[in-house]
């Protein structure tokens, strides 16, 4: 184990608390609570080295012309926001201790916004603390923006750390400075410069080296979850402003919210938990393994995933926490073990999407608490249908067969088949070629694949109804026939001018007869069956030009 009071002893000095302006920093959030009606909740950070805070006001203006302000306004509730493990929050300076200590001052109000493309929520004050990365003591200047005039009814995104980051010296972090979003609604995020003053606020000025953009050597923010990730290298405390812009389905801008922040290293040696854990290892059901820490599910089948969180300080233990019970409905999770920590994650499924949740990983390292965040993604894609079960009887002296166009409802075109031995195909079915018995059809991907099977089989030539198989109908003669009423085995046949051969089939498939008909174009011809044929007789003409025709009469 570590030692505690040698630490403690670091932490305070490195913090020593001798500047007036006690402000740490702030955000603005707005809730709609109907006919224009929106709540508005001011939240700020104290050092508590400092005394406490008085009345606050907050101005409002839209582009509409129209401003106002609340002055006065109290605090609702006062919470410790200190990065500090439990057993020393009681020594900090929010406790009369000498460790460094911040608590959290949230401020409310509901007031009326007339519909407005462009309302401005803003604060400031004059002065903050020191930091390494600004001139001087500059003011703090936060603000929200909001589009009420369609008549929707929204809350702003609300940031889901409230505490100030207190980090090591030399140990990368991972700070989620992510917001959640109640109305599905897309949030993007960026490091914007610190400002002051109102009511046009004025960029600060950050000493060389530092940039609003890049507030400390090597940070970055990601654009899409709001993940802040750097390796901080020496004690120093450092102003970071997250900006969160909020776009509607089509993609337009609805709002912004924004917070100012301090950051805080101090020499510790607590190390977070590892960046390489925190990855899927296993997926069942319709969920398989993209990357990492992404699983594609197909369909709206049930699925199970499993995560292992570990942290390099084998005395620890971490604490888990996430936001699968709102991101993922219906889901559940079960943790184990204590570092490492396993977390099986299983529903009964989802709706087709794309579905992003964190997990927060904290050790319970003293007196700094070391913290990881990871990302993950569910992408749920509707299964492609392979079309419906279905049975064909082929021919074996018939022409090939497109399986495809067999299939029952209405498969996806791109899939593949294989035959009863489990080879593939392309599809095409040739008698006396292909195997008959089961072929099966797959569209997709495992887990998102889908199948359907076609059983084929094979009919003889002497069938009645392959007899004319291999034979085109429909021929290319125009003919046309009638059975003599006096004589049925006498048959009319009448043709454009043709010479062709004839030959005459039986049900058994035996050759009855053959000979050349003859047409002059414009009467009737006369063909004259065997007396001794009963039953089906195929009547096929073949021109030395390729025509042909066929037809098909009964015999009394």
Known sequence: MRPRLALASVLSLAFTTGVANHYAGGTIRTRCVGNNFHEITLELFRDCGGDPFSGQTLYFRNECGVEFTTAGMQPVSTVDASSICPSELPNTTCNGGGLLGYELNTYRTTVYLSPCTGWNISWYICCRNSSLNLTGGPGIYIETTLNNLGGECYAAPTFINDRIPTVCAGQPVSFDAGAFEPDGHQLSYELIPARFGSPTPL????????????????????????????????????????????????????????????????PCTNQPPAAESGVFSTSSGTANIEDDRSLSVCGEGPFCA????GDPDNDQ??????NIDSILPGAEYELTGLNPVNLELCSEGLAPGTYMFWLHARDNGCPVIATRVYHFVVEVTAAESAGEDGAISVCENGPAVDLFENLGGSPAMGGQWIDPQGD?????????????GIHTYTVGAPPCATSAVLSVVLTPATDPDCLTAGIASGGTMGLTYRQDVSDPHRIW??????QADLRVIGVDGRLVMKGTFRSGGSDAVAVDLPRNHHGIAIIELRGSKGAHDVIRVVVP
């Open 493 to 498: 046949l009448r043709s454009p001018a043709v």
């Open 424 to 436: 593939p195909t392309d599809g095409v079915f040739h008698p006396g070629i292909s195997l008959t």
């Open 306 to 309: 499993t995560l292992t969180v």
């Open 203 to 266: 960029p600060v000025q950050y000493n060389t080296g530092y940039s609003g953009a890049e507030p400390y050597n090597g940070m970055t923010i990601d654009p899409e979850t709001g993940l802040i990730t750097f390796t901080p290298t020496a004690s120093a405390s450092f102003v970071v402003v997250v900006k969160v812009t909020e776009h509607d389905a089509q993609g337009a801008v609805i709002g912004s919210v924004m917070r100012d922040m301090v950051f805080n290293i101090v």
């Open 317 to 322: 233990e971490l604490v888990l926490t996430s």
